[in-house]
């Protein structure tokens, strides 16, 4: 297994077109230990499609996550975290926010982007708690908690990621398969953002860092310091700060090449594992 922790081997490795991600290439004692993600004949998605197929789906989401669409969600997202930590304070006890507020925060906020109902919430957080268990049995059965959620938002939820993908895809992949696309959105967005909020938290609540006061700018600034310079995204997804999108901008990425040709595959992790 290779680490890849800078930046610009991270790009040479993401563009190689002999590195993909479909788990179908990984030896098969990998796949047998349950780990990896299914493959792209299984379930194709944004994190198991390579080449034209993977192109294809970055064009239907990109205009979803572009930095307008979500700009115009940004105060409604602001109102969120608010309202969620008012709820938090309200209780008048000591409370985890590493252990709920960072869960629950970007899910209700990725819930409801996608279209799921919110009084799904609570399934979602435990069924994500679950993605990460140690126990096998528990991950499967996550996974599927998981994925029933967002199966339900494709004609089932509320306007948002769900049903657009539906009429922009509907010709080119079943229901369920477009399920498994909100189920992507949903895991890597809640996983990522979650880490990302709990060291934010912990310099908010850190007297020495000054931060206990800060204003929206001042957190703006400190987000836009972690993820580099603004014009040249680190992230291939929403993680990068304003003023550019990532998805918005990957339409001018090179493409990697299909999957048969690949040497290489990637785990659910993200590291490579050379095959
Ligand atoms: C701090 C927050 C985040 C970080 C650090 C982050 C980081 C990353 C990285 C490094 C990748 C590339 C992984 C690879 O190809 O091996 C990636 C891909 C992806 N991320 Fe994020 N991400 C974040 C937030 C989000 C959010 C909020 C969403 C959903 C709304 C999301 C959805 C995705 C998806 C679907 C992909 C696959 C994209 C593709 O292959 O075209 N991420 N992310």
Known sequence: MWVVTDESVARQ??????IAKDTALA??????GGDLEPTAGQRPSLT???????ARLRTAHAPLLSR????????????????????EAAAGTVVDLAADFTTRYPLTVILDLVGVHKELLDDAASACRGMVSSDPAARGAAFDALNA??????????????????????????DEQIGYFLFGLVFAGQLTTDAALGFLLAHALDPGFGLADAD???????????????????????????????WAASSSRPERRSSSTSSASTTRAGSTRRT
């Open 13 to 18: 490795v993401l563009t190689d077109p002999r």
């Open 216 to 246: 929206r700018d001042r957190i703006d600034a400190l987000w836009s310091g972690c993820c580099g310079n603004t014009r040249r995204p680190r992230s291939r997804c929403g993680a990068s700060p304003p003023p550019r999108s990532s």
């Open 149 to 174: 959620v967002t199966a339900g938002a494709v004609h089932g939820g509320h306007d948002g990621i769900g049903s657009a993908l539906r009429k922009e895809l509907r010709d080119e992949y079943s």
């Open 27 to 32: 030896p098969q004692s990998w796949r047998d």
């Open 68 to 87: 307008r669409r979500l700009a115009a969600d940004a105060d409604r997202i602001a109102a969120t975290a608010r309202g969620l930590l008012r709820k």
């Open 48 to 54: 198991t499609l390579d080449g034209p197929a993977h």
